[in-house]
Structure formats: structure tokens, C-alpha cells
């Protein structure tokens, strides 16, 4: 009894100094290049021109310095990027934004791209919006 007492009140103590040693803060020299993944679109959505829609993307592992907080949207097709902004100067922990779907030639190869320092793409998805 006694001893698994002293085991539990070790296992605390630990907890403890290992809580603390993470708290301590980091220079700026150890900022780090975020970008999260995109979770929505997937290769599976269907946009259609003037729709709002959420934008999403996984914000769960984020570093504790980040170098570039101010997250922007753009739109590519056939691989390449557009100059095209959905959405832009928002906070990339957010981990959503709505953005207006444009309106564009329908195609099943446009991807997002979600900038923070670098960027990180979508699959390739459809918007559906007038004929080529
Ligand atoms: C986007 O997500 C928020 C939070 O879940 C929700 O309140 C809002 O209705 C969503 N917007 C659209 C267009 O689905």
C-alpha cells in the first residue's frame, strides 16, 4: 500500500516538472513555418458558382511559435495557382473561413491553396460554373 502510494505521489511529481519545463516560452529564434492541412474541399466536393461554404483545415498540432499567423485563399486550376483570393488576412488558427464559391468554368481540377508562410493545397475538386 505504502508503496504504491510513493509510485502515485513520483508519477505526480513528474507530471509536474514536465508540465512546467513545457510552459517555459521559446526565443523567437525557434519560430516555426506553419501550415496546416486543408479538410475541406476533399476530392470529393461539388461547389457550385455563388455558394458559401466553409473552408476548413486542421489546427489540432500547431507549433508554439508561428511565424506567420495571417492565413489567405487562393484558388488553382490544372495545377497551377490563380490569382485568384477567396479569402484573405485572417487568423490560420482559426481553422475555418467562409469563402463565396466564384464563378468560373466548370472543371473538376481547381484546388484551394492555404497560405501561411508557405503554402498547403486542396485535393482537386469540382466547381461547377458555366461552360468552357
Ligand atoms: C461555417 O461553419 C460555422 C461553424 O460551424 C457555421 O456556423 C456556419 O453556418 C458555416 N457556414 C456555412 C456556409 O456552412
Redesign the pocket.
Known sequence: MMSAMKTLFALFFFTILFTVSNAIPVSLEQRDVYVPPITCPTAYTVWNKGE???VTWDVSDPPAQITNKIGRIQLREGGLTTPLILADGFDILLG?I?VTVPWVITANDYQLVLFGDSGNFSPEFTINGSPL
Open positions: 458559401v461554404h466553409n475555418r467562409e
